[in-house]
């Protein structure tokens, strides 16, 4: 059986467009519906439309296919594959020039492609990335500190350390990249869990990258299955599941980008410490978790929130996963008080 299948197969005999938005979705039939509805109402009408519904249990499909769009590609896996390996089958499924990257709780605003077409006719030689803000359903608008201009390796590691500096929480941006990069870097589609840090840095090694202030995409936060509102019982096995993915992602970073890392970002290079720490106890790795601990420690001494990663994970893996849950929830509790004024 394979792994996904395409069910449009009569868009085969449709031009090549301009634009490629691709969006992946699990069991967010009304978010992924209200997604591909923004698409649908851009001023510039030449792209497709390519979702990738990661095996949902829920209205996913119907919802997509009753908007009897015909620029609507609609690929499906046979089985529950992970948000890094739903974004590379979009990728491989594409036949735009330009990948415009949105998840399925965001929108595009309706003059978001014609804008992004203007940008990239006024892009210079060996630029072929954009990335721009978003607006979230609460007004900010992220993510909250930005490079500007075109960057390359050691400015997305300057932005990494700045956002750990200030504590910035909107780190979120727009994506629209040109499809021969990803002929050049690995999407590490043999991993569930999203690995757009590392992916991120291997980029900017061989890529720049044109920053702009624009806003074109609006993130809501009503995903039904998002980490911050999913109830306790699903969040603990997903952290759990996707453990070993993310502690290979915060190693790798740690072992490829060493150097980088320590002259440029030493913030950030301590931050990938700990979530290697915490990453190897959820992942049932006690003596490895314990090693990156110490690791952080010497790197920048010893936090509360470190010290408590070391007693929770030498208690075990779920005791760690239900903190980190219980600490996310309460985060996302903070965040819609603060949305509804009732925390200023």
């Known amino acids: 059986m394979p792994d996904s299948r395409d069910l449009n197969h009569e868009y085969a005999v449709m031009p090549n467009p301009f634009f490629s938005v691709l969006v992946t979705a699990y069991n967010r039939a009304q978010q ?11 001023t510039l009408q030449d792209f497709e439309i390519v979702v990738v519904d990661d095996a949902s249990t829920d209205a996913t499909e119907a919802v997509l296919a009753a908007l009897d769009e015909p620029r609507l590609r609609i690929v499906r896996h046979e089985q529950n594959r992970g948000i890094s390996p739903a974004r ?19 929108e595009l605003f309706p003059h978001s492609l014609a804008r992004l077409r203007t940008l990239i006719d006024g892009l210079p030689p060996g630029v072929r990335i954009i990335r721009s803000r978003l607006r979230w359903d609460d007004g900010c608008v992220g993510p909250t500190i930005m490079p500007t201009g075109i960057t ?13 500096a200030e504590n910035a929480g909107r780190t979120d941006a727009g994506h629209c990249i040109h499809r021969s990069v990803f002929d050049m870097t690995n999407y590490f589609d043999a991993r569930r869990g999203a690995m757009e840090a590392l992916w991120e840095l291997d980029l900017a090694r061989v890529e720049r990258s044109l920053w702009v202030a624009d806003v074109l995409g609006l993130e809501h936060a009503d995903a039904p299955n998002s980490h911050s509102r999913d109830s306790r019982a699903t969040v603990i096995p997903r952290l759990l599941s996707e453990a070993p993915d993310s502690l290979w992602m915060a190693e790798t970073m740690l072992h490829q980008h060493a150097d980088g890392l320590a002259r440029h970002a030493p913030r950030f290079r301590r931050l990938i410490m700990e979530s290697a720490a915490r990453e190897a106890f959820l992942a049932g790795h006690r003596l490895m978790g314990t090693r990156h601990t110490w690791a952080a420690v010497r ?18 893996p779920r005791a760690l996963a239900q903190a980190k849950a219980t600490g996310r929830k309460a985060r996302a509790w903070h965040r819609r008080r603060v949305q509804t004024g009732m925390i200023h």
Do not use: F
């Not at 591909?36 to 109402?41: D, E, N």
């Not at 790197?299 to 075990?316: D, F, Q, Y």
């Open 88 to 106: 590379a089958t979009a990728v491989n499924h594409a036949r735009g020039e330009w990948l415009v990257m949105l998840d399925s709780d965001w």
């Open 152 to 164: 390359g390796y050691r400015d997305r590691l300057l932005w990494h350390e700045a956002l750990v």
């Open 299 to 316: 790197a920048g001494g010893a936090s509360p929130k470190l010290l408590a990663t070391l007693l929770l994970g030498m208690m075990g």
């Open 32 to 42: 992924v519906e209200r997604c591909v509805k923004s698409c649908i109402r851009q």
